[in-house]
């Protein structure tokens, strides 16, 4: 470590940042940014590497005794000890990071993805937002933790397509956000905006907003998991759109994004809606005979191998289940997703 990247590190300055603002508590470094609106945890630390005039977050963790992993994990020591050397509050650098809650499942603001859903490793950013971002500095471009689930494919701000920076080559970590921008500079000066095709009101991208929000929409949805309920909008998406014979990994992502908005659409906000969909896909059953893992194809064969005992999916479980045992023939010792028929 040079003799200016020492004295960034111990000592308080005075010059004035486009991040500056009232910090809750006192910074120990000199240069600090603030932490931007629905910014992930690990934007944050990247950008504040370059900040201080590292070119690599992990590095710059290891200089202020700081543990990268354990801060692109969510560990809540670490952001307590990120806390006292940056001068902003816990709470305020927890809310956006990415939690590790267990084997493959994550929480971001207390809503639940799964390795499925949450696109970690990849770095998606929509290209109007990073323009806008850098206008006045190029250490203001930040990670938006809605970037990160995989559903959310356009930006509602810019109504452009969101785009993946090409891979890291190491020893660049993939999830140093800001040190991929920088690497990436000549890349994203060729970026064209894409302007998606479907309506102005992006629906699936919303509600994933409201949710990693903290807005409530009223939906009977919103009981369950946010992975759980993007991949519920999946399968029956795909269950209306192409058929009970059709697979998930089959489709790409405009099918996917297609079959998402169409569940969303058809689905509405109550649970008799919901049912009116699901004999919408009963009805309409080409399948010759009366079963409803067979109607079900793609809902069927995710659902049979969740856990039934997640609390997570426990209103979803007993919502199809119930549906199962009123609209077909099924002995009352079967059970159906953990379920069995009620008495």
């Not at 006045?136 to 930040?142: E, K, N, Q, S």
Request: aromatic residues 10%; hydrophobic residues 35%.
């Amino acid at each position: 470590m040079n003799t200016h990247q020492h004295e960034t590190l111990s000592h308080h300055g005075s010059g004035f940042s486009p991040d500056a603002i009232s910090q809750p508590i006192e910074a120990k470094l000199a240069l600090t940014n603030a932490i931007r609106e629905r910014e992930t945890l690990q934007s944050y630390v990247s950008r504040l590497a370059r900040r201080n005039h590292l070119d690599h977050a992990p590095d710059f963790c290891r200089l202020v005794d700081l543990r990268w992993m354990s801060l692109v994990n969510g560990d809540l020591e670490a952001i307590g000890s990120l806390s006292e050397l940056c001068g902003i509050e816990a709470a305020r650098l927890a809310k956006y990071a990415v939690k590790l809650d267990s084997h493959h499942v994550y929480r971001v603001n207390g809503q639940f993805l799964s390795s499925e859903i949450a696109k970690r490793y990849d770095q998606r950013i929509c290209p109007a937002c990073i323009e806008a971002d850098v206008r006045y500095d190029r250490l203001c471009a930040y990670g938006r933790a809605e970037w990160q689930v995989e559903s959310f494919r356009t930006c509602p701000i810019h109504k452009c397509q969101l785009v993946t920076l090409p891979r890291a080559n190491y020893p660049r970590s993939p999830y140093d956000f800001a040190g991929r921008l920088f690497d990436q500079q000549a890349w994203l000066s060729k970026v064209v905006s894409i302007k998606a095709d479907d309506d102005a009101d992006h629906p699936v991208e919303n509600y994933i907003l409201e949710r990693l929000t903290g807005v409530k929409s009223d939906r009977w949805i919103d009981q369950l998991g946010l992975d759980v309920a993007i991949k519920l909008l999946r399968t029956v998406g795909a269950t209306l759109q192409f058929g009970s014979d059709t697979r998930l990994s089959k489709l790409g992502d405009d099918e996917l994004a297609e079959c998402e908005k169409l569940a969303f659409d058809a689905m509405g906000k109550t649970l008799k809606d919901f049912y009116g969909v699901l004999e919408e896909i009963a009805w309409s059953s080409k399948t010759g005979r009366r079963n409803f893992h067979k109607d079900f194809g793609p809902i069927s064969t995710w659902l049979s191998k969740v856990d039934h005992l997640d609390l997570r999916l426990s209103p979803l479980l007993t919502a199809i289940s119930d549906f199962s045992f009123a609209h077909y023939p099924i002995s009352i010792e079967k059970s159906v997703f953990g379920r069995k028929r009620s008495s």
